[in-house]
């Protein structure tokens, strides 16, 4: 093992290289502290010829590689295990922004481009780079575009998937696979960059990426909307599409346990409404028009959805600040989840009609399983994806609760498959949930993604222990 480190420190020099156990504890243990690793050592590459140095010595020496970003990831797709023989490829030193081409509407960045200043360098050319998730100060181009993240804007411009048109790739055996490619139109064979977004690492190292951009908005409009429950947000769904088209850009749902949450444990915040209600829908419009006119259309839009006993009540609004606070509404959701306690968290999804259904039968039998849980619902309604997450009854033991973790997300799994639905939307398999996904897809399936592995990682040198 010393040779091998004494080799590693020859292809990247000291700076790339952690091999003390104190300084590599950030790089070995996964966002939520589920998964605690021993990495042999923590590699940082500066460039593609770095990599790809690191892993022909990988594969020459047989050495486990865990690629790595931001580290933000929340089941375990970027933590070592703990046999001190796998090295962790962190490639935060790859940051550059290598290209963008406002005409083309693309940007070529790096993998260790932290997805913040993505978004800037696209709004500097005038240009929108529309993934935006909570992470995103830390998160990372590779680590989004390894497990296919989605965030807030789905709705209109997709996954990390839709938002890309080439990758630079460094595989098992060192080679570097060229694809960077600003092409809308490439009909040439099989579209092999899709292959390594959402592989979570196990099929080789994305090290760059061509991504589409969008017309800067010139205008943005903001409503928190109080419903009375999840069909009456898929009702407004359907009429704020109708009446907005494609300016609707983000319809995110959260429940009233999820508000109180947050006003618990973020005291400054302010809840829009004099009373509670059981549903809220935070919803966006954007547009390259005026202000006015999207103001317009959206208080049009409410007010028909008032009269049509969609929504409850509605507050829209009026400055950049006021849109801020009701954003911050939906993204403190999660922290506040950290500082209420333990908490039992899945990402599922379902076909976007039979959201409210899948809620009311899961609720339902997860209380009858569980009597006095709390659930702490929300999500991107308009794309079928649900943080469905539930906490312990009031005064109920945490420890208790949790020891019990594998009942309840059987339960959530089994129903989100009834509905035909996925056990993971945009948070990927990693170690958390590879083994539950044996039972939900098809033997086939699985049969098929041991085979494409195979091909591409004969030596099983990538991310081991992750997805399969």
């Not at 922290?335 to 009311?360: L, M, N, T």
Request: glycine share 10%; hydrophobic share 45%; aromatic share 6%.
């Amino acid at each position: 093992m010393t040779q091998l480190i004494e080799r590693l420190r020859a292809l990247i020099g000291d700076a790339g290289l952690i091999t003390d156990p104190q300084e590599a504890k950030p790089y070995a243990t996964d966002w939520r502290k589920r998964y605690f690793g021993k990495p042999l050592a923590v590699v940082k590459p500066a460039s593609t010829a770095e990599v790809a140095a690191v892993m022909r010595l990988c594969a020459e020496t047989r050495t486990a590689v865990v690629p790595q970003g931001g580290n933000t990831g929340l089941c375990g797709g970027a933590t070592p295990d703990s046999a001190g023989t796998q090295i962790v490829l962190n490639l935060s030193r790859m940051n550059r922004v290598r290209a963008v081409d406002a005409v083309n509407n693309t940007i070529t960045v790096e993998a260790g481009c932290v997805l913040a200043n993505v978004q800037q360098a696209a709004a500097e050319a005038g240009r929108l780079f529309p993934l935006s998730l909570a992470a995103e100060g830390s998160c990372e181009i590779g680590g989004n575009l390894f497990t296919n993240a989605g965030g807030t804007a789905v709705l209109r411009y997709g996954n990390a998937r839709d938002l890309l048109l080439g990758l630079e790739v460094v595989l098992s055996d060192g080679q570097i696979w060229d694809g960077l490619r600003g092409l809308r139109k490439d009909n040439t064979g099989y579209d092999l960059k899709q292959l390594f977004v959402g592989a979570e690492g196990t099929l080789g190292v994305i090290t760059a990426a061509v991504l589409k951009l969008f017309p800067q908005p010139r205008a943005r409009a903001t409503a928190l909307v109080a419903l009375e429950s999840p069909a009456k947000g898929l009702q407004l769904l359907s009429h704020i599409q109708g009446v907005c088209g494609d300016r609707l850009t983000g319809f995110e749902l959260m429940s009233a346990f999820c508000l109180a949450l947050v006003a618990k444990h973020f005291p400054a915040t302010r809840l829009p409404f004099a009373e509670v209600h059981p549903q809220y829908v935070l919803l966006e419009l954007s547009d390259t028009a005026s202000a006015a006119n999207l103001d317009n259309a959206l208080h049009e839009a409410l007010a028909e959805a008032s009269e049509a006993g969609l929504a409850l009540d509605a507050v829209v609004a009026a400055s950049a600040a006021q849109a801020a606070a009701l954003w911050a509404l939906r993204e403190n959701i999660p922290e506040a989840q950290v500082h209420e306690g333990k908490q039992i968290k899945h990402d599922v999804s379902v076909p976007i009609s039979r959201i409210a259904e899948f809620i009311a039968v899961t609720d339902a039998e997860l209380q009858r399983a569980f009597p006095g849980v709390r659930m702490v619902t929300f999500g991107h309604l308009g794309d079928g994806n649900l943080h469905y997450n539930i906490a312990p009854a009031a005064g109920g033991g945490e420890d208790a609760f949790v020891a019990r973790a594998g009942e309840i997300s059987r339960i959530v799994h089994d129903s989100a498959a009834r509905f035909a639905g996925s056990i993971s939307a945009e948070h990927g398999l990693g170690q958390y949930k590879r083994d539950a996904i044996l039972r939900y897809k098809s033997p086939l399936e699985m049969e098929l993604m041991r085979r494409i592995k195979a091909a591409l990682d004969p030596q099983g040198v990538m991310n081991p222990g992750k997805v399969l």
